[in-house]
């Protein structure tokens, strides 16, 4: 939690134009006949209501989006994990083609959370190489700051709705359904996600000195 109001009060005061150059990636799970996306009530609509299996096969991607719209999305390759070779070379092929793109010769923010594979020695080596301004550091266990799992949320309904029945067509509506996210979109899960970091802070705060005043009278 301290971690946690570190970044949230180094980045509280930051305003629209600040978070316009962030780019915010991460990996997530696509898993066949999976009602991922599935919203509260919606547990026995007829969109929703898909075979199920024991073990359904899962895809993982990676992914960035910035407010200027999304980035690049990759697929990992079948039954792998993301490692630090294979990241470094999705940071080479894929997140400097989006910095590319949306920013030219601006300058830009990237953002990836904690994970072994993204604090790897030569992604850190390689990074600074690179000249990559990072936000950061990022708090451990902190997924509801980064508006990118609210932009997977959206993906996995799009794609769910159309219940693909192959990987190959899953894979295929996975990359159609990114493609058609508007910009529109992406912004304002930026903005939105900037506002409601700042009112949780304050939630946080007053939670972590409850707790520390607890253990000072133990």
């Known amino acids: 939690m301290r971690d946690r109001l570190i970044f949230c009060k180094r980045y509280r005061d930051w305003t629209a ?52 719209g999304v980035g690049s999305l990759t697929n ?13 070379h999705i940071l080479l092929e894929k997140l400097l083609l989006t910095i590319q793109e ?13 994970a072994p594979c993204h604090k790897a020695k ?3 080596k390689w990074l600074g190489e690179q000249n990559f301004d990072i936000l950061g550091p990022w708090p451990g266990n902190s997924p509801d ?5 609210n932009l997977w949320s959206i993906l996995k309904r799009r794609v769910d709705k159309q219940k693909p029945t192959t990987s190959d067509k899953l894979q295929a509506l996975i990359m159609q359904e990114w493609a058609a996210i508007s910009q529109d979109v992406a912004q304002k899960l930026i903005d939105s996600n900037a506002r409601v970091g700042c009112r949780g802070l304050e939630k946080e705060e007053s939670t972590l000195q409850i707790l520390t005043l607890c253990i000072n009278f133990m």
């Open 145 to 149: 700051l980064n508006p990118i799992e």
């Open 102 to 114: 949306q920013f030219g010769d601006e300058q830009c923010l990237s953002q990836h959370d904690g």
């Open 76 to 88: 990992l390759p079948k039954n792998t994990a993301m490692n630090k070779e294979r990241y470094q």
């Open 17 to 68: 134009e600040d978070w316009v150059k962030v780019i915010f990636s991460d990996e997530s799970p696509f898993r066949l006949f999976g009602a991922s996306g599935r919203r509260q009530g919606e547990r026995y609509h007829q969109s929703c209501v898909m075979p199920t299996v024991k073990h359904p096969e899962t895809i993982y991607v990676w992914g960035c989006f910035s407010a200027k």
């Open 122 to 124: 030569v992604i850190t």
